[in-house]
């Protein structure tokens, strides 16, 4: 099967919105910006309405067929971190992942709407003010495979791994093993994929 604008799938199983999502002219064009603007954007990427690249787009490498949805956002926040999403990851609407140093998302995932991926928080130092301290940054590693929940929040240091979930409106940051399921405030293991 050809999807308008998309590449031949060939006999792989598409996902439900996969099979049926047809990129607009306006996506097209959208992909095509984020592209001239210096994202690396692999073959059959999407970027929907309002969805953006921001700050510098040249620090984001994004692998084949991902779709970015609805005003979703994907920040590098300086010239030196890196932000990388493998092939076929699906960034839902008005997710955020934002950058310091490094996220890495795997190939496969499903990140839900409104999900928030950030490596730095600001440090807290009583002799400086919250707004004038530098971010206190660690790398956030998502395996293959894994589906983040709507409205979860990753935080710094976070490693998950292959296959897992986090559930919806979790708060994240631990290293995982492979097919587990966290979920909560903080979350905490609750199961594994059978």
Known sequence: MVCDGME???DREL????AHFRPTVADRIRTRLSRV???QLGQGVI???GARIERFPNCVEIGEEVIVKVNARICACNSESRIKIGARTTVGAYSFIYSSELIQVGEDCLIAPFAYIVDSNHSIDRSKLISQQNNATKPIRIGNDVW???KATILPGSDIADGCVIAANSTFRAITKPY???GGTMAKKIGERS
């Open 15 to 18: 996902s439900q919105f996969r």
């Open 180 to 182: 587990e399921i966290w």
């Open 47 to 49: 970027v929907q309405a």
């Open 148 to 150: 983040i929940g709507a």
């Open 37 to 39: 603007s210096g994202a």
């Open 8 to 10: 031949d799938y060939g």
